[in-house]
């Protein structure tokens, strides 16, 4: 089994700043992919952003404020929001797809944390 500890969320002002952390551990042969979603009151899940070992992806919402980075070391992968607004207000999580040695892929979630924005 695999494990996802998230961290970081909190309670900001308007044009803060709040680094989220994900550490995966356990049964990991392999991680294919690291990102953070969120979802916000009434609202679908949303992808946040994204990484593998080459290459990053954001949302529109996200471009030019969020960096995406992971410590490969560590199995942990971090979301850097600067320049919050209080639309970005919602629950965010971690997911991350784990190759297993049979040339499938299993996708877990972490908990789940906070992010509010005032104005």
């Known amino acids: 089994q695999v494990q996802l500890v998230e961290s970081g969320g909190g309670l900001v002002q308007a044009g803060g700043s709040l680094r989220l952390s994900c550490a995966a551990s356990g049964s990991i042969f392999s991680i294919n992919s690291m990102g953070w979603y969120r979802q916000a009151p009434a609202k679908e899940r949303e992808l946040v952003a994204s990484?593998?070992?080459?290459?990053?992806m954001y949302a529109d919402s996200g471009k030019g404020r969020f960096t995406i980075s992971r410590d490969n070391a560590k199995n942990t992968v971090y979301l850097q929001m600067n320049n919050l607004k209080p639309e970005d207000t919602a629950v965010y999580y971690c997911?991350?797809?784990?190759?297993?040695?049979?040339?499938?892929?299993?996708?877990?979630w972490g908990q789940g944390t906070q992010v509010t924005v005032s104005s």
């Open positions: 990484i593998t070992t080459d290459s990053t």
């Open positions: 997911r991350v797809v784990i190759d297993t040695p049979w040339s499938t892929s299993r996708i877990y």
